[in-house]
Every structure is written in structure tokens, then in C-alpha cells.
């Protein structure tokens, strides 16, 4: 796999710090982070990394399971 770019880890990372804010929108939703937004959201990936090909012009992605512990602890 090739360098990732930047802009893709500050995306990645803008997710991670913003997790409890896309839990309220986005829980257990797959979300496509570009520039620092939401740019697809839904419960299959392929689908939502797809759809975010599609708006930005852009091959590397950032996204990221937005998990509200369900899926962890059965609740």
C-alpha cells in the first residue's frame, strides 16, 4: 500500500476525537470522513466508502464504525 496522504489521518483522527458527537447522528452507522465532515453515512461500508468516491474525486478515505458499544457489550 502506498504513503496515506495527510489529510487522510487528520480525518481518521478528527473521527476518533469526535466519536461522542457522531454517536448522537451516526451510531452504529459506518461514516466517510473528508476535510474534517461527514460526507456518507450507512450500515454497509462498501456502500458508504462508494458513495464518498463519488462526491470528493478522492480514492483514500477515512472511515470509521461509529460503535455504540453494542456491538461490544450486547447491550
Do not use: Q
Request: proline residues 0%; glycine residues 8%.
Amino acid at each position: 500500500m502506498g504513503k496515506m496522504l495527510k489529510s487522510f489521518w487528520n480525518d481518521l483522527n478528527w473521527a476518533r476525537k469526535h466519536h461522542t458527537e457522531l454517536l448522537k447522528k451516526y451510531r452504529n452507522l459506518w461514516v466517510a470522513v473528508v476535510n474534517k465532515k461527514v460526507v456518507s453515512a450507512g450500515d454497509n461500508l462498501e456502500k458508504v466508502e462508494d458513495i464518498a468516491k463519488a462526491k470528493t474525486g478522492k480514492k483514500n478515505i477515512a472511515t470509521m464504525f461509529v460503535d455504540g458499544g453494542e456491538h461490544i457489550y450486547g447491550c
